[in-house]
């Protein structure tokens, strides 16, 4: 009697681990899919879900930020790519989009820094960086001036 139990009971948690995982991966592709058929909303949703199954997946957190950056919503989008960078600190894109709104709020410093671990890892995206710190080339001598 004993050994039925504990053979149910592994098995429970067997198929309950396995689930887990799997939605996990299925709440992510229908985000994605929900995201490039710009149904922005119910991709939030799937990503946000993806996450509470699996706190450390910096794409659902990157996918989220670029739902913000498209609603606007600059503070939500810093959050959730703050949140990728502490997962995943050589993500080329959550590095560009962080330096892009480091610009945005005249943070030359930080676009500094963040330009110097981009050019370490950059695989993909590296004229990005060069055409950010040509901006920034261009911004910073007329606020030396004034």
Known sequence: MYKKLQFTLL????INFTNISLSNENFFNKGLKLFNDKKYEDARFMFERSIVFNPKDSTSYLYLAKIYNIEEDQKKEE?????TLLIQ??????????????????????VKDLSKTFTK????????????????????PKNNES
Request: overall charge negative; aromatic content about 6%.
């Open 11 to 14: 098995a429970y948690f067997v």
């Open 79 to 83: 959050k959730n790519l703050e949140a």
């Open 89 to 110: 600190p050589d993500n080329e894109e959550a590095l560009l989009m962080s330096m892009k709104i480091a610009l945005e709020k005249s943070n030359y410093s930080k």
């Open 121 to 140: 890892v950059c695989k993909e995206l590296c004229d990005e960086n060069k055409n950010i710190l040509e901006t920034l080339a261009n911004i910073e």
